[in-house]
């Protein structure tokens, strides 16, 4: 998935909690967040770094310092655009939180683990480690993949240990539980008989 279409779909469902999201969509999503977060955030701090300078500069200069309604009236620009900021990444933020519980939902984890973060030091870490695996193939109790392709699981293959010539042992080809009981009650009742 693309950046702009992860980040465009992560923000057209901010509040569905349910599904899965690949790593693809999580990442972009998180990367494009992050950037335009750290971006806003710069253009929110403008107006109170214009001022230090200002009243830095002023002051090396051997003027007087400013007084304390001017320092408010260069602050007011700050203050306004961190409402600005705080307003528009309200949405982007609850997107965030969305697209990590689906991505927990991905690796068939609950969106409950979110919230692993609250432990300090090791909360953060088990959260990264459990949003860097790759997710289920298959099916999980999630859903289907995302994009609906369905891919099988890879099942496990029987490993033969037969000597050349050997006879192969019917017990390497049983791969489910209901097999294995069904192939044993068989002996058992040859066994029995014979």
């Known amino acids: 998935m693309s950046p702009v279409a992860a ?3 992560c923000l057209k469902r901010p509040f569905r909690f ?3 999201a ?4 999580f990442w972009w999503f998180t990367l494009t967040y992050f950037a335009l977060g750290t971006l806003a955030s710069i253009w929110a701090m403008m107006p109170f770094v214009e ?9 090396l200069a051997g003027g007087e310092p400013m007084s304390e309604p ?3 009236r260069l602050m007011g620009g700050f203050t306004a655009r961190a409402w600005i900021v705080t307003l528009l990444l309200v949405w982007p933020m609850v997107s965030q939180i969305a697209v990590t519980i689906r991505r927990l939902h991905d690796i068939d984890r ?7 973060q609250l432990v300090p030091f090791v909360g953060y870490i088990i959260l990264l480690i459990l949003l860097v695996m790759r997710g289920d193939d298959g099916d999980n ?3 289907p993949p995302k994009g609906g392709a369905r891919r099988k699981r890879a099942s496990p293959q029987a490993v033969r240990y037969t000597l050349p010539g050997e006879a192969p042992n019917p017990l390497d080809a049983v ?3 209901e097999a294995l009981r069904a192939l044993r009650q068989e002996r058992m009742e040859k066994n029995a008989m014979g």
């Not at 969106?111 to 692993?116: E, L, T």
Request: aromatic fraction near 14%.
């Open 7 to 9: 980040t465009v779909t």
């Open 18 to 20: 349910r599904g899965r």
């Open 22 to 25: 690949s790593r693809s969509e």
């Open 51 to 59: 001022t230090m300078v200002a009243a830095q500069t002023n002051a």
């Open 70 to 72: 001017e320092l408010l």
């Open 110 to 116: 609950s969106g409950w683990w979110w919230w692993i």
């Open 141 to 143: 109790r999630f859903g």
């Open 175 to 177: 791969s489910g539980a």
